[in-house]
Nanobody, 120 residues
């Protein structure tokens, strides 16, 4: 089972980016999916999560500019980031709670991360 992120890159302040994260492999079920970010010298912080039923949770400081969504059929979670600021520069990582079989427990899976750089 793996998560593969895409959509990162370099953008000017005020611009937008859309990140995608697709799960693949032997998957029986996917629970909550989310995005986290880590800037150099900082701890990893929550950006947003979305449950399998679509309930969302955001970091308070990002809620006005970021939108998380998911497509269960595609096993993909998205992060739409608008009005980007230089302080949004970080490695953005995808996370998902995944079950590989009916009798399997839930495992926390992380993607490799994608760099987002916002220039001033």
């Amino acid at each position: 089972v793996q998560l593969v992120e895409s959509g990162g890159g370099l953008v000017q302040a005020g611009g937008s980016l859309r990140l995608s994260c697709a799960a693949s492999g032997s998957i029986f079920g996917i629970g909550t999916m989310g995005w986290y970010r880590q800037a150099p010298g900082n701890q990893r912080q929550l950006v947003a999560t979305v449950s399998s039923s679509g309930s969302t949770n955001y970091a308070d400081s990002l809620k006005a500019r970021f939108t998380i969504s998911r497509d269960n059929a595609k096993k993909t979670v998205y992060l739409q980031m608008n009005s980007l600021k230089p302080e949004d520069t970080a490695v953005y990582s995808c996370n998902a709670n995944i079950r590989t079989g009916l009798l399997s427990g839930w495992s926390d899976i992380w993607g490799q991360g994608t760099q987002v750089t916002v220039s001033s």
